[in-house]
């Protein structure tokens, strides 16, 4: 696998729903991976990454934007409220907006610094307890609150329990995302991203199919 690889399969599987490939983006999730792979990545091209922490990401990105021109950081993890400033000088997307307070918190950042970045709201659509996410139920005024704090909300975001299919909970997203008028869809990873694009993933977040596996530590 590798980028190459799987930029055309984000393409096929555009082609093969009828949709245009430039309406997906595909979000190469570096958390972990070594410098050294990151910057074949660049080095091919590729200007769109995701990463889980705040810390670590403000660890190796600000040596590699001075290299790179364009780089686009996607934030995918949970975000604590007191990281948020450190969030919005790093990212361009957030994609782990989940409660209120943290909410407040972004709006009171973009009024300070006359920007925001596009955000998504997560979704617990598996209803598991241990997951970052609004649930379901709550997601409509969540969303309608966060509106009329004048957020740049661009859409939604979930992670399937593992043991699910993980086109349920797809679908489940698409379907909050359009009754709230929300275009955006932050959905599929390595192992689903071509179900998630049949489905209408305007983001896909794929790491180790790009990078190969993880190695902790
Ligand atoms: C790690 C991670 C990914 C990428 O997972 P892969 O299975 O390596 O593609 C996607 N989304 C989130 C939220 C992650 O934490």
Do not use: Y
């Not at 670590?56 to 409220?81: C, V």
Request: with cysteine.
């Amino acid at each position: 696998m590798g980028l190459q690889e799987i930029s055309d399969r984000v393409a096929q599987a555009a082609r093969a729903s009828g949709r245009d490939s430039d309406a997906i983006k595909l979000i190469a999730v570096s958390k972990v991976q070594p410098n050294a792979r990151i910057n074949a990545v660049l080095t091919e091209g590729h200007r769109c990454f995701g990463e889980n922490r705040v810390q670590e990401a403000a660890s190796k990105w600000p040596d590699f934007r001075a290299r790179f021109d364009g780089i686009d950081l996607h934030l995918i993890g949970p975000l604590q409220t007191n990281k948020a400033r450190q969030a919005f000088e790093l990212f361009q997307a957030i994609h782990s907006l989940d409660r209120p307070k943290l909410a407040k918190t972004f709006a009171r950042l973009a009024q300070e610094t006359g920007g925001c970045p596009d955000l998504f709201v997560q979704v617990n659509t598996g209803e598991e307890p241990q997951k970052a996410g609004v649930l379901p139920s709550e997601a409509d005024a969540f969303v309608s609150d966060c509106k009329a704090l004048d957020l740049p909300i661009c859409g939604l975001m979930c992670i399937p329990p593992v043991d699910e299919e993980a086109s349920l909970h797809f679908a489940l997203l698409a379907k909050i995302a359009r009754r709230n008028g929300l275009d955006g869809l932050s959905m599929g990873m390595s192992a689903d991203f071509e179900k998630a694009i049949a489905l209408g993933a305007t983001h896909v977040r794929v790491g180790s199919a790009i990078f190969g596996e993880r190695t902790p530590g």
